[in-house]
T-cell receptor, first 111, second 114 residues
Framework: DGGITQSPKYLFRKEGQNVTLSCEQN?????MYWYRQDPGQGLRLIYY???????QKGDIAEGYSVSREKKESFPLTVTSAQKNPTAFYLC??????????FGSGTRLTVV | AQSVTQPDIHITVSEGASLELRCNYS??????LFWYVQSPGQGLQLLLK??????LVQGIKGFEAEFKRSQSSFNLRKPSVHWSDAAEYFC????????????FGKGTRLSVIA
C-alpha cells in the first residue's frame, strides 16, 4: 500500500547534537512538508518542497535544514542551533489532488 | 494572509450526543477547506474537504461540515458521537492553486464521556 513512512518513531538527542528525521513516500507525490507540533500550538510549518532539488522555508525554519535529492525522500535535520527541539514532528505529502497524506510522526526528545 | 481560528481548545460531550466543532478562516478568495483528525501519538487523517459546489460536505466516520461564506466558517458536525471519536480535530485552509502550504488551526480536543 502507498503511504508515508517516518522513522524513527521516537528519537532522543543530546544537547549540541544534530539529528536527522527520515520521511519516505511511495505515493509519487511531488510536494512534501515538515510540520512541528507542540501542545496547544497546532501544526507549524518548518520547510516544504514542491519539486525535487527545491525547497522553501516555512514559518519556523530556524535551526532546521532539509534536502530533497529524490522525489520519495525529504529528510529533516534538527541542528544544534534549534534551542527547543523537543516536539512531535509530522511529515506530509501532496499529489495532484488537494489534501495532504501524513506520516505517523516522530517524537523527538532532548536528554 | 491565510489564517484559521478554532475557538474551542477542549470540548467534552456525552456519548450519543451531537457535536459541532467551530472553525473560522481568513482568506482573500474562496478557499479550499479541510478537517483532519488526530489520535494521540499518530499522524493526521483527512475527514473531509470542501473545494466548491454543495456547501454541505460529507466525510468519513459520519462527519459532515458546512461552508458558510458569509460567516467565513466551516464547522464540523456529527449527529451522534461515539467514544472512539475522542481525538484532536484540526481545521485547515488552502489555496485553490495548491501552490502554498495548508494553514492549520490550533486544534480542538474532543473528550467523550459515558
Amino acid at each position: 500500500d502507498g503511504g508515508i513512512t517516518q522513522s524513527p518513531k521516537y528519537l532522543f538527542r543530546k544537547e549540541g547534537q544534530n539529528v536527522t528525521l527520515s520521511c519516505e513516500q511511495n505515493l509519487n507525490h511531488d510536494a512534501m512538508y515538515w510540520y512541528r507540533q507542540d501542545p496547544g500550538q497546532g501544526l507549524r510549518l518548518i520547510y516544504y518542497s514542491q519539486i525535487v532539488n527545491d525547497f522553501q522555508k516555512g514559518d519556523i525554519a530556524e535551526g532546521y535544514s532539509v534536502s530533497r535529492e529524490k522525489k520519495e525522500s525529504f529528510p529533516l535535520t534538527v541542528t544544534s542551533a534549534q534551542k527547543n527541539p523537543t516536539a512531535f514532528y509530522l511529515c506530509a505529502s501532496k499529489g495532484q489532488v488537494h489534501g495532504y497524506t501524513f506520516g505517523s510522526g516522530t517524537r523527538l526528545t532532548v536528554v | 494572509a491565510q489564517s484559521v481560528t478554532q475557538p474551542d481548545i477542549h470540548i467534552t460531550v456525552s456519548e450519543g450526543a451531537s457535536l459541532e466543532l467551530r472553525c473560522n478562516y481568513s482568506y482573500g478568495a474562496t478557499p479550499y477547506l479541510f478537517w483532519y483528525v488526530q489520535s494521540p501519538g499518530q499522524g493526521l487523517q483527512l475527514l473531509l474537504k470542501y473545494f466548491s459546489g454543495d456547501t454541505l460536505v460529507q466525510g468519513i466516520k459520519g462527519f459532515e461540515a458546512e461552508f458558510k461564506r458569509s460567516q467565513s466558517s466551516f464547522n464540523l458536525r456529527k449527529p451522534s458521537v461515539h467514544w472512539s471519536d475522542a481525538a484532536e480535530y484540526f481545521c485547515a485552509v488552502g489555496s485553490p492553486s495548491g501552490n502554498t502550504p495548508l494553514v492549520f488551526g490550533k486544534g480542538t480536543r474532543l473528550s467523550v464521556i459515558a
